[in-house]
C-alpha cells in the first residue's frame, strides 16, 4: 500500500502549508476526521520538496479506513469550526 498524499490544505495559518499544499513528511489524521498535525506556528516548517501524506488515520467510521490506514486516492485537508478537517472523509454505509 502505498501512502494516500495530500492534494490540496487551505489552512494557510498553519505552519507545513505553502501555497496551498501540505509540506511535512506525513499528517496523522485523528478520530473525528481531524488533521492532528496542523499546526499554527512562525516559522513554516517543512521542505518544499515534500509532498505531504497520511501517516495515519484514527478515524474508525470513514469508508476509506482500512486498518487505521487511509485508503482514499488523495485527500483534500479544510478548515472547519477553526481547526482542519480531512475533507475526504465519508461514512461507511
Known sequence: ????????????????????????LGINVGAHAECNTYTHASPKGGFWEVKGG????LSAECKFNDRLECGAPNINVAGHDRHADCGTFEARK
Open 1 to 24: 500500500m502505498d501512502m494516500t498524499q495530500i492534494k490540496s490544505c487551505n489552512m494557510e495559518s498553519c505552519a507545513y502549508n505553502m501555497e496551498g499544499l501540505c509540506h511535512t
Open 54 to 57: 497520511i501517516g495515519a488515520c
